[in-house]
């Protein structure tokens, strides 16, 4: 059971990691930060499916392993001096609801309207904890830079 789960998991991160660093191609992120990129979408990855896993509502679920991203992105653009996008984007590209949007024209179109309306729901719902996600993940890191950066503290170079 426990050599099961550790499989899933292991066969889930390389998948990821592999589909975001093909992502990372097509989105032209430099080179050298490829793998960067792959990690930060594992990172999402993995937080998703762990608190899946826990049993958390898709909500809290896309909103929390946003949160985590975020804070990796900004992390690693300061660190390897990159702009946020190449980390960001690349590494949300896992979590976005892409196949709700499928199957919300799916069922809309096959005239199971209210099929088509919970899933809509469903999906804007997890778009929306996505954006919340990265606009709180993103305010966190510059409200930290900003208490950084106040008289009397030690400045830092962002």
């Given amino acids: 059971m426990i050599a099961q789960t550790i499989l899933h998991y292991f066969i889930q ?3 990821c990691m592999v589909a975001v660093i093909a ?3 097509i989105f ?3 080179k050298k930060e490829y793998l960067y990129c792959g990690i930060s979408g594992t990172i ?4 998703y499916w762990v608190l899946r896993d826990v049993g958390f509502s898709n909500l809290v679920i896309n909103f929390t392993a946003t949160v985590v991203l975020t804070l990796f992105s900004w992390h690693m653009s300061m660190h390897r001096r990159m702009p946020v996008s190449v980390y960001l984007i690349p590494g949300i590209f896992p979590l976005v609801p892409g196949s709700g949007i499928y199957y919300t024209a799916y069922y809309f179109f096959m005239g199971f ?6 899933k809509f729901v469903s999906t804007m719902e997890a778009a929306g904890a996505i954006t919340v996600g ?3 993940g993103s305010y966190l890191i ?6 950084g950066n ?3 503290k030690q400045k830092i170079n962002t």
């Fill in 13 to 15: 991160m390389t998948s």
């Fill in 23 to 25: 992502f990372s191609a």
């Fill in 28 to 30: 032209h992120a430099p």
């Fill in 44 to 47: 999402g990855w993995m937080v």
């Fill in 113 to 118: 309207r209210g099929m088509a309306t919970a």
């Fill in 134 to 136: 990265i606009m709180l």
């Fill in 142 to 147: 510059r409200f930290n830079l900003h208490m």
């Fill in 150 to 152: 106040r008289p009397g």
